[in-house]
C-alpha cells in the first residue's frame, strides 16, 4: 500500500464561518439545490452529522459515479475544521483502500477566508496514483466550492 498526498489551497471574499457553516455543516441540503445537475442527494445514513456520521452522496443520472460514501472523521465548528474519510463507492474502484481529507477554514487579511485541504490516497498493493488521475475529482470540488461561494455572495444574510 502507497501514500499519495496532495494540499491545495482556495481563496474566498466569503468569510470562513459562512462557507464552512454552507458548504460543510449544511451541505446536505444546499449541495444539492445548488448542483443538481451533478448531485441528486446527500444522506446521512448514520449519526446526527457529526464526528463518526457516515453520509453519502447520490450522483445525478449521466454522471460517471454513482455514488460514494463517506465517515466524518471530525467536525469543529469552533476550530473550522472538517476531516473526513471516503469508505466507500465509485471513486475507489479497485486501486484505492480509501481517500482521506482535511480541511480548515481560515480567516484572510481581507475579510474572506482560506480554504486549504489536504487529501491522502491509500494505493491497493503497488498501484501509483498520478496527479492528473485525480484532476477530474479535484475540478468538481472546485465546482461546489465556487457555487456555494457565489450562493452566498448573492445572499449576504445567509448563514451568518
Known amino acids: 500500500m502507497g501514500v499519495t498526498t496532495f494540499t491545495d489551497e482556495y481563496t474566498s471574499p466569503v468569510a470562513p464561518s459562512r462557507i464552512f457553516k454552507a458548504s460543510i455543516i449544511d451541505s446536505h441540503n444546499l449541495i444539492p439545490k445548488l448542483l443538481p445537475q451533478a448531485i441528486k442527494s446527500i444522506e446521512i445514513t448514520q449519526g446526527d452529522g457529526g464526528a463518526g456520521s457516515i453520509k453519502q452522496i ?23 475544521t472538517y476531516s473526513y474519510t471516503l469508505v466507500e463507492g465509485d471513486a475507489l474502484a ?65 448563514y451568518q
Open 58 to 80: 447520490n450522483f445525478a443520472e449521466g454522471s460517471p459515479l454513482k455514488c460514494v460514501k463517506y465517515r466524518v472523521d471530525e467536525l469543529n465548528e469552533k476550530t473550522l
Open 94 to 158: 479497485e486501486k484505492l483502500e480509501k481517500i482521506t481529507y482535511e480541511v480548515t477554514f481560515e480567516q484572510s487579511a481581507d475579510g474572506g477566508s482560506i480554504s486549504k485541504v489536504t487529501s491522502k490516497y491509500f494505493t491497493v498493493g503497488d498501484f501509483t496514483l498520478k496527479e492528473d488521475e485525480v484532476k477530474a475529482g479535484k475540478e468538481r470540488v472546485l465546482g461546489m466550492y465556487k457555487a456555494v461561494e457565489a450562493f452566498l455572495i448573492q445572499n449576504p444574510d445567509a
